[in-house]
């Protein structure tokens, strides 16, 4: 059985992910794709890289005959997303890949994004999309909502930790390096080469970035009280990539023991022999999440590593996984390619 997807928002880097990657899923075909201000472009004049491929034209939304299609990426920015999926038909199958349904409190949502949301209906019935751990839910959902790739690399390392209680609650520390592709494609001053190469920095300092609202709900969730992180992101001039390192209250051994029953049948967890530490390079352009258990020199501090692409397992590969599911596929199909090396 075929199933037919759509695509909004192609023109983006998450968007042209998702086309490399749905290229070589065996029952998903691409019937639509859109991108506002390059409707009437090729893929091929948007990103020659996949010149190779048999795609439709790009189009405008409203262009779009959703008659037929099964499900719909939306890889579209925070806000243009919820007020397009309101319009949606109803009995579509989405995946959005942005962040206005990741938070279930609109209240939350309002006060990291600083706009009331515009589709409250649609938000009540999202699901979380971070696949290990919703799993049951996504099969049944109509609408997922894709999480932040800090978000998502955060998770993979704490929420084992978090739901059996070997860490100190209140006091985890994440500082987290992430590639700029994470910024999206859009042209903005700090990013040009000269202003980031040859080194990074620290950003949202002080604890302002948004994904942090996911952390807050989905830790305390876990928990069953408030659980909030110190956490610090970097920019670093790298493609792809995000590196996590966690630090914690803790047993080594007993964290490392944690993570190895949590992500024992895991396909796309790879949890690394004790003591050692994950690169960025070794999960390149893959759905993979490596992660790393090392004990600290001060006795009962741990150091937990995770490392994972943020355009693939952070992102579309994280978006594809999810549509699996929800269209009754093996959730590994079209998602089992080795990482890129070098």
């Not at 649609?122 to 909502?145: M, N, T």
């Not at 100190?168 to 992430?178: E, H, P």
């Not at 590969?317 to 990482?339: H, S």
Request: charged share 20%; hydrophobic share 40%.
């Amino acid at each position: 059985m075929t199933h037919k997807v759509a695509i909004l928002g192609a023109s983006g880097y998450t968007g042209a992910e998702l086309v490399r990657l749905i290229s070589q899923h065996p029952t998903i075909e691409i019937a639509a794709l859109s991108a506002e201000r390059k409707a009437g472009m090729t893929m091929a004049q948007v990103f020659p890289h996949l010149r190779h491929l048999e795609l439709p034209v790009l189009s405008k939304i409203g262009e779009i005959d959703f008659t037929g299609i099964d499900l719909c990426f939306c890889a579209l920015p925070h806000k243009t997303s919820q007020e397009v999926i309101a319009a949606l038909p109803q009995d579509l199958k989405i995946v959005d890949l942005s962040a206005d349904f990741r938070l279930r409190d609109p209240d939350e949502y309002e006060k990291w994004y600083g706009n009331p949301h515009a589709a409250l209906a649609q938000q009540k019935e999202a699901v979380y999309g971070l696949s290990e751990f919703y799993r049951e839910e996504i099969k049944s959902a109509r609408l997922v909502a894709g999480t932040g790739c800090n978000a998502a690399t955060g998770q993979f390392a704490l929420r084992p930790l978090i739901a059996s209680g070997v860490i100190d609650l209140d006091d985890i520390i994440l500082d987290l390096k992430c590639a700029v592709s994470g910024a999206g494609r859009s042209l903005k001053e700090n990013l040009l080469h000269a202003e980031l190469s040859e080194g990074y920095h620290g950003y949202a300092v002080g604890g302002t970035h948004r994904h942090l609202g996911e952390f807050d709900q989905e830790f305390s969730k876990i928990a069953g009280r408030p659980v909030k992180v110190q956490f610090t992101p970097h920019l670093v001039p790298a493609n792809r990539g995000i590196l996590a390192t966690v630090y914690v209250k803790g047993d080594a051994q007993t964290i490392h023991q944690t993570l190895a029953t949590a992500y024992a049948d895991e396909p796309f967890i790879e949890l690394l022999p004790f003591g050692e530490a994950p690169s960025t390079r070794h999960i390149r352009g893959s759905n993979f999440c490596h992660i790393g258990v090392a004990a600290d020199r001060i006795e009962g501090r741990a150091i937990v590593i995770a490392a994972l692409d943020n355009l693939t397992k952070g992102s579309s590969g994280q978006a594809l996984q999810n549509a699996n599911l929800m269209l009754g596929e093996e959730e590994t199909t079209g998602l089992m390619m080795a990482p890129l090396f070098p």
